[in-house]
């Protein structure tokens, strides 16, 4: 079965601090689609990003980046000079593709607090 | 595109009552997915829709849920009855194709006194 963790449940740091954001994923399938979703106070859930499982390299954009690295099933976001509002919770996602579809699995979600 | 719609943002019911919530997926999205938000369990897959279709309900927590999505551009999670453990977040989301990102509608938060 397909799973998600977000080792860290919450994490506070200040302002203009580049900070990481971990996801560690399972999956037995060989074709899967990763995702990060960003929730801020204001509850709504937005999508940020999603990556295919042929797809390593890297990405930017603007002050976000992720790192997908499958030797070590990992999918971790780093939000460069971070800024109040990037204060939210990020959750990392899942999709399966060999078995048919199969909706987005999400982590527990991190909390990122960034203090001015 | 307006995006995906949800009704009400808030609503709040006593045990026993039943509840419906409402949802309207961005036009052209070929999959619809209900998602249910707690502290305890984080954002659970209660049941999803490909052309109006439900493909997998195996997350509707009992017999007390229900879902249905009578055209492409409508549908609804009924609760009935309610009981105050069904007090969450419910989110609707849609996607264009399999394997494409979900987009979220607002969400209604339920509270079930």
């Known amino acids: ?116 | 595109d307006a995006g995906v719609i949800q009704s009400p943002r808030h609503e709040v019911t006593e045990m026993g009552q039943e509840v419906t919530l409402r949802c309207k997926p961005i036009s052209g999205h070929d999959y619809l997915f209900w998602y249910r938000q707690t502290m305890m369990r984080g954002l659970e897959l209660l049941i999803y829709f490909n052309n109006n279709v439900p493909i997998d309900d195996s997350g509707m927590p009992e017999d007390r849920f229900s879902a249905k999505m009578p055209n492409a551009s409508f549908s609804t999670l009924k609760i009935q009855p309610s009981e105050p453990r069904d007090s969450a977040v419910y989110f609707c989301a849609s996607s264009l194709r399999e394997y494409t990102e979900a987009f979220f509608g607002q969400g209604t938060r339920l509270t079930v006194v």
């Open chain 1, 1 to 116: 079965a397909q799973k998600v963790t977000q080792a860290q449940t919450e994490i506070s740091v200040v302002e203009k601090e580049d900070v990481t954001l971990d996801c560690v994923y399972e999956t037995r399938d060989t074709t899967y689609y990763l995702f990060w979703y960003k929730q801020p106070p204001s509850g709504e859930l937005v999508f940020l990003i999603r990556r295919n499982s042929f797809d390593e390299q890297n990405e930017i954009s603007g002050r976000y980046s992720w790192n997908f690295q499958k030797s070590t099933s990992s999918f971790n976001f780093t939000i460069t000079a971070s800024q109040v509002v990037d204060s939210a919770v990020y959750f990392c996602a899942l999709s399966e593709a060999n078995s048919g579809n199969t909706p987005l699995v999400f982590g527990k979600g991190t909390r990122l607090s960034v203090i001015a």
